[in-house]
Every structure is written in C-alpha cells, then in structure tokens.
C-alpha cells in the first residue's frame, strides 16, 4: 500500500504557472491517492475605497474568477484519471486557515510551492513556510523551482555524528520517508551527510596539529556515516560523505546531481542539541529543488 492516501495541496491562486500542480499531481498519479486544492486568497485592501454594495461584488467577482480558473485545472486532472476535490476560500490568517485545514482533513502530506522572501524580510517577520516547518503536525513537501514532477532522485539527508536516541530516530523518519517516495515514484535513492568540521575548536590538545586533530574527527565522522548507510542497506555509490556548511553542501550537491527531492529533518540535534531546523529553513532559498521535511 502507498504511503500516501491523501494529499493536500495549497496554492497561490494569483500564481498560476506554479509548478506545484503539476508536482501534487504526478505524486498523486503515482500513488494513487486523492487530492484536495485548496486556493487562500486575502481579501483585496483596495476594495475597501468601494462602498459596501459594490465591494461586495468585486470580492464575489474575483473570487468566481479563481474558481472558474481551479476548476478548469481539477478538470484537467480528472481527465488523467486523478481524484480531485478543489476550494477557494478568503482568509485573514494564512499560516492557521492551512493548519486548520491539515488538522480537518488529515492527509499524509501537505504540498506547497517555496514562497521566496527577502533576507532583509526574513530578518523582521517569519516567513509563512517556516511556520509550517514549525508548526505543521505532517510532513511538507515544498516544491522548488527546479526538478522532474515526478522525482526521478530523492537524497536523504542525514546527521550522522549524533547517536543519541532523538536524533537516530529522526534519521530513521528520513530514511524511511526517503526510502518509502523514490519506490512510489521509481526514482534512485541517495544518502548524504554534510559533515561540518569549521566548529573545530583548538584548545590545550597536547601539542597535537590541527591538521591532525581535523583528519581523526573526519574519519570519525565518515565511519559513523558508513555504519548509518549499511543498517539502511545503502549501496555504496549511492552514499555521499560532503565536507563544508550543510546549507551550501547540499545546495551545491543538489546543483551538481541535479536532485529533484532533498528529504530532511525540520529539527535535528547535533552534539549538545543544537538545533538545525534552521538549516532545513534556510535551505528553501538555496536549493535549486524540492524539500521533503520530516
């Protein structure tokens, strides 16, 4: 049976060459499963200068004009065989209309297109999708600017320097949810590890070097990597052992490989729990692919 039984798509309705339709519905197609559109929209402030009457007709107006637009797509995809249920409905409160919704219909996955903000934005108010990393109780499916509709690679990032309970039960979520969408949609399955040695810190080490204190720690490093990748039965050209910044090292993989799925934690732990949901957010504006976060 698919791990995925029913999905949830949101949209931008005013976007409508979004790539993320197409997305929601290869997944669909591919396993089987039923799909919800769901299109917020927020009520136009200019409408306010109308008086009631005639704001009332223009909000209905365009309103039926993404209606009419949505249902022209659904119909689309009833064509190709897809069960397609669609809504469009005003909102004044976006992050908790999207989690209320989630929290009524209970899919396996919610779908939505990576809604890029500015870093001088980002720094005064939080962006709407890391609310839902934060706050969303499923997994997301972020859909990036790049990559096949349906994946044709997933890479499952992974941390491997922490064997604490938590954070090997996490890798174990990505693994499996990796694992679980490239058999859905007969796509290669990668493993990777960003290994991060600049947090180096060189203190009274005995008169050892630097050079050499840096070489054990990534021979640590790659060995608890390789152990991971063997318990999840990892082919070995299929693992991939990445020095440098995990922001920068997977947005450099996934530019190379030319990935279509990076999945990842939305927290992970690393040595005395540090938090790296913020690579998982920050990693949104810099792959050029789709995030899967767990």
Not at 105 to 133: C, G, N, Y
Request: proline share 4%; glycine share 6%.
């Amino acid at each position: 049976m698919s791990q995925y039984q029913r999905l949830l798509l949101i949209i931008n309705p005013a976007l409508r060459h979004s790539p993320a339709i197409n997305h929601a519905a290869a997944l669909a197609k591919a396993s089987g499963a039923s799909l919800h559109i769901a299109a917020f929209i927020k009520p136009l402030k200019i409408l306010s200068l109308l008086d009631e009457g005639e704001q009332e007709k223009a909000l209905e107006s365009y309103r039926q004009d993404h209606r009419d637009w949505l249902q022209n797509q659904a119909s689309k995809l009833h064509a190709l065989g897809l069960e397609v249920t669609t809504e469009v409905a005003w909102t004044d409160d976006m992050k908790q209309d999207i989690l209320d919704r989630v929290t009524e219909m209970q899919p396996d996955l919610l779908i939505k297109e990576v809604q890029h903000e500015s870093a001088l934005k980002r720094a005064f108010f939080t962006p709407l999708d890391w609310h839902l990393l934060r706050h969303c109780p499923i997994p997301i499916y972020l859909v990036g600017g790049g990559g096949h509709a349906l994946p044709r690679k997933v890479v499952a990032a992974v941390d491997a320097s922490d064997t604490a309970p938590a954070n090997s039960e996490l890798n174990e979520r990505i693994i499996q949810q990796a694992t679980n969408l490239a058999l859905q949609c007969d796509a290669e399955l990668h493993l990777l590890y960003a290994c991060d040695l600049s947090g180096v810190y060189l203190a009274d080490m005995g008169g050892l070097a630097l050079q050499d204190i840096t070489k054990e720690l990534r021979t640590t490093e790659e060995q608890s990597f390789i152990k991971l990748a063997g318990r999840y039965g990892v082919p070995s050209d299929r693992r991939h052992f990445v020095l440098g910044h995990p922001v920068s090292a997977l947005s450099d993989f996934a530019s190379e490989q030319k990935v279509d799925v990076i999945v990842m934690g939305r927290v992970q732990y690393h040595g005395l729990e540090k938090l790296l949901g913020s690579t998982t957010e920050h990693i949104l504006y810099q792959v050029p692919c789709s995030v899967l976060a767990v």
